[in-house]
């Protein structure tokens, strides 16, 4: 139904969010690679992994936790 009619009005803001974290995921990581990249514990996110706290419902948490992960500009001269 979510794929004729998109998601419920309560659930777009969530799905939006979800859908930045993994298009950085997409963007930064190799498809084949994700998997273990989401399975992985973070320091960051208190020892959870991405996929816990997606699990969670911690959406806009993964995403910006993400975007700075691959923020490049913090490591360039």
Same mark, same amino acid.
């Given at each position: 139904?979510?794929?004729? &009619?998109?998601? $419920? *009005?309560?659930? #777009?803001?969530?799905v939006?969010? =979800? %859908?930045?974290? !993994?298009? +950085? ?6 498809? &084949?690679?994700? $998997? *273990?990249?989401? #399975?992985?514990?973070?320091?960051? =996110? %208190?020892?959870? !992994?991405? +996929? ?15 975007a700075?992960?691959?923020? =490049? ?5």
């Amino acid at each position: 139904k979510w794929l004729t &009619e998109g998601p $419920p *009005a309560g659930r #777009r803001d969530q799905v939006a969010v =979800l %859908g930045q974290a !993994t298009d +950085l995921l997409d963007q930064w990581v190799k498809r &084949e690679r994700i $998997p *273990a990249v989401v #399975r992985r514990p973070v320091d960051r =996110l %208190g020892g959870r !992994t991405r +996929l816990e706290v997606a699990l969670d419902g911690e959406f806009e948490l993964l995403r910006d936790e993400l975007a700075d992960t691959f923020d =490049l500009t913090r490591i360039a001269p």
